[in-house]
């Protein structure tokens, strides 16, 4: 299922649809027996996707040869996103996402300028 949501989402893309295109791959869906459940960080993202909602049904279900697939859209508007604001927040971020960057950090004994 997601790689023919990614194929449909490429396509979009090709075709000038970017934001679309951003909507479909904002995050994975979730597939739970046939309703897929995507979900979008605020209303407007939620209505310009249901808008093209009927092509991407049309392509997953040709695709996928299952007419009952259904498409579940949440809106989730609670998504925190953090500020670095200086060198080691930044830092500290990136070490949140990867904790090898310790290693490196260590391993050439590199410092923060502050």
């Known amino acids: 299922m997601l790689v023919q949501w990614n194929k449909y ?4 893309g090709d075709k000038g649809f970017k934001i679309m295109e951003s909507l479909l791959l904002i995050n994975d869906p979730t597939l739970d027996g046939t309703d897929i ?4 960080p605020n209303e407007g993202s939620k209505l310009d996707f249901e808008s093209q909602l009927n092509g991407l049904l049309g392509h997953l279900r ?3 040869h299952n007419h009952n697939i259904t498409i579940t859209v949440n809106v989730n508007e ?7 604001f200086n060198d080691q927040d930044r830092y500290n971020r990136l070490l949140e996402i990867n904790p090898n960057i310790e290693l ?5 004994g590199l410092d923060l300028l502050s």
Not at 37 to 40: A, F, P, R, V
């Open 62 to 64: 040709g695709h996928l």
């Open 9 to 12: 989402a490429q396509r979009l």
């Open 104 to 108: 490196l950090r260590s391993t050439f």
């Open 78 to 84: 609670t998504i925190e996103t953090k500020r670095s």
């Open 37 to 40: 459940t995507i979900e979008l």
